[in-house]
């Protein structure tokens, strides 16, 4: 093996499922029914010191335009100061994909050029936020808003939701197909709610045991994205 790299150890497969008709970018459900559904319930983050009963559902699909996704959260209280700070919302309530090419052996000491954070979530107004980053050696440089695509969060009596289309060339993957080979992790955010501070981190949450670093520290364990034809 090179000097400065390691074996990928992936964590969880998600497989996007292929879509003929693309669903409606609405909060909805009703594009979604026989979809595989994966858990985002591991908790791999936060304060240990504060307890949460946050989760969410996953669902996502696939076109030669865009990856798809529907989360469908469950968390009382919704919590999100950072409207107008969009590298800063995954601190709050919110929802993101870590995503970027498989490769093995990986680099140890720094992210793939074109690994790529997407965050989404609601505003306690009732909007939608963005949020994209790109690496930036290491770790995740600080972002900005991504306003290719369409994403909407709503609330729901439980929670919330999030769908989104989000464009491949946003993701700044290639030519995706059944031949791809791509990482990724889910995650989810919730933020604490109360007190001196409110709106900063109290959990993070994944699909994907493995995450409990960030950035090159977590590389060589990111889970694993199949594009189902």
């Given at each position: 093996m090179p000097d400065g790299y390691r074996a990928a150890v992936?964590?969880?497969?998600?497989?996007?499922?292929?879509?003929?008709?693309?669903?409606?970018?609405?909060?909805?459900?009703?594009?979604?029914?026989?979809?595989?559904?994966y858990a985002v319930d591991t908790r791999v983050g936060g304060s240990r010191?504060?307890?949460?009963?946050?989760?969410?559902?996953?669902?996502?699909?696939?076109?030669?335009d865009n990856l798809y996704i529907l989360a469908v959260?469950?968390?009382?209280?919704?919590t999100q100061t950072h409207p107008l700070r969009p590298w800063a919302i995954g601190s709050g309530d919110s929802v993101?994909?870590?995503?970027?090419?498989?490769?093995?052996?990986?680099?140890?000491?720094?992210?793939?050029s074109r690994d790529t954070r997407i965050l989404i979530g609601p505003t306690e107004s009732g909007g939608t936020l963005r949020a994209v980053a790109y690496a930036d050696g290491a770790a995740f440089a600080t972002g900005g808003v991504w306003t290719s695509g369409a994403a909407v969060a709503v609330r729901t009596a439980s929670g919330w939701r999030v769908e989104a289309a989000i464009p491949w060339s946003t993701l700044k993957v290639n030519a995706p197909g059944p031949t791809?080979?791509?990482?990724?992790?889910?995650?989810?955010a919730d933020a604490i709610s109360s007190g001196a501070k409110r709106g900063s981190l109290g959990s993070l949450y994944s699909n994907n045991p493995q995450r409990i670093f960030a950035g090159a520290k977590a590389r060589y364990a990111w889970g694993r994205l199949a594009l189902a034809d």
């Open positions: 992936p964590g969880p497969t998600v497989t996007a499922t292929k879509v003929t008709r693309a669903p409606r970018i609405d909060g909805a459900t009703d594009d979604w029914s026989g979809f595989p559904t010191s504060v307890r949460s009963t946050a989760s969410a559902t996953w669902r996502l699909g696939w076109d030669r959260v469950k968390d009382p209280t919704l993101g994909i870590e995503i970027g090419a498989y490769t093995n052996p990986l680099p140890a000491d720094r992210l793939g791809a080979k791509l990482s990724m992790n889910l995650l989810l």
